[in-house]
């Protein structure tokens, strides 16, 4: 008879791509027992706190290590159960748990009483786990709206948790460009989900987009992501909106495009721009985030939030030779963030915190 893994406590706020990803990972090594923290309203928040402390005392005694997936109002319990159970608490810092963009509401240090839950979140986690240095602490000159800076040591001066970067993973033999499909020249994708709440927009960069398109009639531009029968007041004619749509179709959209754009305010390590750079798109991205590190010189940059500057490099990138650019982007995101390599340095990092708390 086998022996029995040990347990994991695993907590999160949505049942994402990554979450789901990394759950696969720890399952190898882990009996993974799981919880979402998932209020359909503001006013339920405190009975689903309820149902995880009793989740947490039902199952804490057993545990070796907890995990969170963002820092937030979920992570706060498990934390402080793990402080207090001398059990390690890992804490994985993913991108809107790292800022505060007042000017439109957004991340987790924007709203005082959230940021506050994430501050002790981090101060009582054992180690915190970023998918990439930029959220730790990065100076911010995209557009002059907020903070100079960002990151959870920015908005946690004080914090003395210790932290590992473990970048994102992704598996290159499914993410492949489909080369039975002819790819447009002069098309740019993006891949946003909500957009068409006024806040996604301009959080992705969708009104910046909507405003190039209508500058560069020549290009077109796909967005991913749209709700039945929805349109944009005034959409150009050049650009098409695509529905929600699953992974293998995904991918051929991908093949079908030669940009991919990510021109948004704010970025962790984004999903689809790694998937659509393995897919054989060139990278058009914002200064923002870890997305200049990631894309490597591959693509194009728009420094600062500004349609004239975007107009320029868009009509630059349509008159450049960009094969090699498409080939290194796939090269790139193969090489230096595999699948396996997350998958290794995250059990490992938690191997190593168990043992430490043993």
């Not at 991108?95 to 000017?103: H, L, N």
């Amino acid at each position: 008879m086998s022996a029995r893994k040990p347990v994991l406590l695993y907590f999160y706020p949505a049942q994402s791509s990554f979450v789901v990803k990394d759950l696969r990972f720890m399952e190898q090594q882990y009996e993974v027992r799981h919880q979402g923290f998932l209020p359909k309203k503001k006013w339920q928040t405190p009975l689903v706190w309820l149902g995880q402390v009793v989740f947490l005392l039902r199952h804490i005694w057993r545990a070796q290590a907890l995990v969170c997936m963002f820092a937030g109002y979920h992570s706060f319990f498990p934390a402080l159960f793990g402080k207090i159970a001398r059990k390690p608490c890992l804490l994985v810092a993913g991108g809107t748990d790292c800022v505060a963009f007042p000017s439109i509401r957004y991340g987790v240090f924007a709203n005082p009483l959230l940021g506050r839950f994430a501050r002790w979140s981090y101060e009582l986690a054992a180690h915190i786990a970023p998918v990439h240095e930029k959220l730790v602490w990065q100076e911010y000159r995209y557009q002059p709206n907020d903070y100079p800076h960002q990151g959870f040591r920015f908005h946690c001066p004080n914090l003395r948790t210790p932290h590992t970067t473990i970048y994102n993973g992704y598996d290159a033999d499914f993410w492949q460009p489909d080369l039975t499909l002819t790819r447009q020249p002069n098309a740019f994708l993006t891949v946003c989900a909500g957009l068409d709440m006024r806040f996604t927009q301009r959080l992705k960069g969708l009104d910046l987009i909507l405003e190039v398109a209508a500058r560069v009639p020549e290009a077109i531009f796909t967005i991913v992501g749209a709700p039945a029968g929805f349109r944009f007041p005034d959409q150009p004619v050049n650009v098409k909106l695509l529905p929600k749509m699953p992974l293998h179709d995904l991918k051929s959209v991908y093949s079908g495009h030669t940009f991919y754009m990510q021109l948004s305010m704010s970025e962790g390590f984004p999903n689809a721009l790694s998937e659509s750079m393995l897919c054989g798109c060139v990278p058009v991205v914002s200064q923002v985030g870890g997305m200049v590190d990631i894309i490597q010189g591959s693509g194009y940059v728009l420094a600062q939030r500004n349609v004239e500057l975007l107009e320029t490099l868009v009509k630059t990138a349509l008159t450049a030779d960009n094969s090699q650019r498409a080939l290194n982007a796939r090269n790139i995101i193969k090489e230096n963030y595999p699948e396996g390599r997350r998958e290794t340095e995250l059990l490992g990092l938690l191997r190593q915190l168990t043992t430490s708390f043993d």
